[in-house]
């Protein structure tokens, strides 16, 4: 089973609808998740941490479920220019360092 | 603002060189990370550093060394270049003291990436 898991892309959808990314980790001592974006050929950026209380910001609700070892981006009227890729991350705890580990990303498309 | 310089943004190199990718950050960060994304493949960590003159393999160090002996600096070295090393390579950066990653004090920021060809 491969270590971060998401859903393949890409998804295609018309502005204002609303798109939901799922994400399944592997590690159970995984400590802390996100999202990051990236757009074409730049680098990936933070768009949210996922708590486990579930967490919203403006159009973007990010939920994890720790039982499930499972987390999700959802996306409300979604704009133009949230067409990106859309990476889950986790960061897990090893021999006292903690790294990340990224999905492969899923690309979103809005279209007018 | 934070800002993660990564000095060479397009190289095109012969197999058999020896590669230099640089990476400066600017914001006193105790973590410096290098990954390389390929389609298809997603992120990947070459090798990663807690501190000046300290370093750790990630999951696929080989073909690769780094170098950090200041503590803002963190380079990537192909000691020999072959044609699988064809790569976008992303130098990001973090606080340390804690979790590597997005919590409010160690969010990790990353360079604008050099893509790399060798033909």
């Known amino acids: 089973r491969k270590e971060v898991e998401q859903d393949p892309g890409p998804f295609n959808v018309p502005e204002g609808a609303t798109v939901a990314f799922n994400c399944t980790y592997s590690n159970s001592a995984s400590q802390s998740f996100f999202w990051y974006r990236q757009d074409c050929r730049k680098e990936p950026k933070l768009l949210m941490s996922v708590y486990s209380s579930g967490n919203e910001d403006g159009r973007f609700t990010a939920q994890l479920n720790r039982a499930s070892q499972y987390i999700s981006l959802l996306i409300r009227d979604s704009k133009l220019s949230d067409s990106a890729t859309y990476l889950c991350v986790v960061s897990s705890h090893n021999s006292g360092y903690s790294t990340l580990t990224f999905g492969k990303g899923t690309m979103l498309l809005v279209s007018p | 603002d934070v800002k993660v310089t990564q000095s060479s943004r397009y190289l095109v190199k012969r197999t058999g060189e020896k590669v230099f990718l640089e990476c400066v950050q600017d914001m006193d960060h105790e973590n410096m990370f290098w990954y390389r994304q390929d389609p298809g493949l997603g992120l990947r960590l070459i090798y990663f550093?807690?501190?000046?003159?300290?370093?750790e393999k990630g999951d696929i160090p080989e073909g690769y060394s780094v170098s950090r002996e200041k503590k803002e600096r963190f380079s990537l070295i192909l000691e020999s270049a072959s044609t699988n090393q064809t790569s976008m390579y992303l130098c990001?950066?973090?606080?340390?003291?804690?979790?590597?990653?997005?919590?409010?004090?160690?969010?990790?920021?990353f360079g604008e990436g050099s893509w790399l060809t060798v033909v």
């Open positions: 550093s807690y501190d000046v003159k300290m370093k």
């Open positions: 990001a950066s973090s606080r340390g003291g804690g979790l590597a990653g997005g919590s409010s004090g160690n969010t990790i920021y």
